[in-house]
């Protein structure tokens, strides 16, 4: 677990301020961890339908799998709910938090403002099958740098944690082209923030680089979301989907 994991995992605010829940939810969402926030809030919904709730004290819970969930103190079910796969962005408009879920096929908006936030938390939660099955982001690492053509044919590290004014790159390499490539790993599924965090690489170090060389952009992570694939294609940047080793095989390896 990373630092910035561990930070998330323990973080939790009580009455915060639209910016302090603001700041909590995001940087929860970026470590991929369970999200949930408490207050008076309205929902809105477009998409298959439409739907109004107005206002009242309620339970919202963003999932790392792009679920998100609205709870009352009754029943078991939601009364609004995302499915997996989508995007969350969440903001201050107006002195208030806005927290807004959607995707694009098929297309779905859901918007969740809260007049207070009563409480808002970020835990690292996993479970048994996720510890036997998921790796680390070093495993992932590790894995690439075995297997090299798990990226792409050809492919040939020649650094880690390569230092840029924008930060440090996971593995830094070459194609059989020779052309300098950057690769982001991620062991989760990931949104449109992995893909900005790949495109402000690849920026730093095309500046760093020779003017004539092109520097490529690869994402490696077990799958991303409909606006990350989307991003991706409009800014050059590619994808593949590979997922950390598995425990039991780390073990055997061992």
């Not at 004290?57 to 609004?80: C, F, I, S, W, Y």
């Not at 082209?177 to 950057?182: F, N, P, S, T």
């Amino acid at each position: 677990m990373t630092e910035r994991e561990e930070t998330v995992r323990l973080r939790s605010l009580t009455r915060p301020a639209p910016e302090d829940a603001c700041e909590l939810v995001v940087e929860g969402i970026d470590a991929g961890a369970l999200v949930t926030a408490v207050g008076r809030c309205s929902v809105d919904y477009e998409g298959r339908a439409e739907s109004t709730l107005g206002p009242g004290e309620r339970h919202v819970m963003l999932k790392p799998d792009g679920a998100a969930l609205v709870h009352t103190d009754e029943g078991q079910q939601p009364v609004n709910w995302q499915p997996p796969d989508c995007d969350h962005e969440v903001s201050v408009v107006d002195g208030q938090l806005l927290v807004e879920s959607h995707r694009e096929t098929p297309a779905e908006h859901l918007a969740i403002t809260f007049e207070s936030v009563l409480q808002a938390s970020a835990f690292g939660l996993t479970d048994e099958r996720d510890l036997s099955l998921a790796g680390t982001e070093e495993d992932l690492r590790e894995r690439v740098l075995d297997d090299p053509d798990l990226v792409e044919t050809g492919f040939s590290p020649l650094a880690t944690e390569r230092s840029t004014p924008a930060g440090a790159v996971d593995v830094y390499g070459e194609d059989r082209e020779g052309r300098a490539v950057v690769v982001e790993l991620k062991r989760r599924r990931v949104g449109p923030d992995a893909v900005g965090q790949l495109s402000r690489y690849v920026d730093a170090l095309a500046r760093d680089l020779h003017a004539e060389r092109e520097v490529r952009g690869v994402l490696v992570a077990p799958s991303v979301t409909d606006r990350a694939r989307r991003l991706l294609a409009e800014r050059g940047l590619e994808f593949v989907s590979l997922k950390p080793p598995r425990k039991d095989d780390i073990d055997a390896d061992g």
